[in-house]
Nanobody
């Protein structure tokens, strides 16, 4: 059973940066796809970025809303997924989740494609 635990959320002023972490356990490194999502109050879950953990993989995909500001990465040695968030805006305020699935899928920023989720971490950006 894949287990995911996020950390690193907090409060920051607009223009600032945060790095979220997601500790991963019990996953198959040879065929796992991982992603970051967020959900703002009253809004639907939004896919932000995904990375594949296939051998020789590491390809990434970003939503237009965060492209150029957010970077997804992973440290295999630490079994940790990261989301570096720069130039934060008040509209980035949300609960952020990491998620995982086994095997590649089209539509890899769509929440229903991910069966494993962390508990979420809150990010608040003030103007």
């Amino acid at each position: 059973q894949v287990k995911l635990v996020e950390s690193g959320g907090g409060s920051v002023q607009a223009g600032g940066s945060l790095r979220l972490s997601c500790a991963i356990s019990a996953y198959d490194r040879s065929r796992t796809l991982m992603a970051w999502f967020r959900q703002a109050p009253g809004k639907e879950l939004e896919g932000l970025a995904r990375i594949d953990l296939y051998p020789g993989g590491g390809s990434t995909l970003y939503a237009d809303s965060v492209k150029g500001r957010f970077t997804i990465s992973q440290d295999n040695a630490k079994n940790t997924l990261y989301l570096q968030m720069n130039s934060l805006k008040p509209e980035d305020t949300a609960t952020y989740f990491c998620a995982a699935r086994l095997g590649f899928v089209q539509g890899s920023l769509l929440p229903p494609n991910y069966p494993y989720w962390g508990q979420g971490t809150q990010v608040t950006v003030s103007s």
